[in-house]
């Protein structure tokens, strides 16, 4: 069977520790639409999807444009 995705999947490595980002607003990244172009925050805490690596969150400041940081978990 050929893949039909070409999505590099990042596997979660239990040596690295997760973190959550913030906007200036103090909204938590939950994720990106229109095909990666928009990052979208929430203000629900709960909603807040973790990273692991820092290529994420340096694409993550790419995109979302605005300040961001991050809290390690």
């Known amino acids: 069977m050929?893949?039909?995705s070409k999505k590099k999947l990042i596997v979660e490595d239990p040596d690295k520790k997760a973190y959550?980002?913030?906007?200036?607003?103090?909204q938590v990244w939950?994720?990106?639409e229109?095909?990666?172009?928009?990052?979208?925050?929430?203000?629900?805490?709960?909603?807040a999807k973790p990273l692991h690596y820092?290529?994420?969150f340096k694409a993550l400041?790419?995109?979302?444009?605005?300040l961001i940081e991050r809290e390690y978990i």
């Open 2 to 4: 050929i893949p039909t």
């Open 20 to 26: 959550i980002v913030y906007n200036e607003y103090l």
């Open 30 to 32: 939950v994720g990106l």
């Open 34 to 47: 229109n095909g990666g172009r928009t990052a979208v925050f929430s203000d629900e805490y709960s909603e």
């Open 54 to 56: 820092d290529q994420q």
């Open 61 to 66: 400041q790419r995109i979302a444009g605005g």
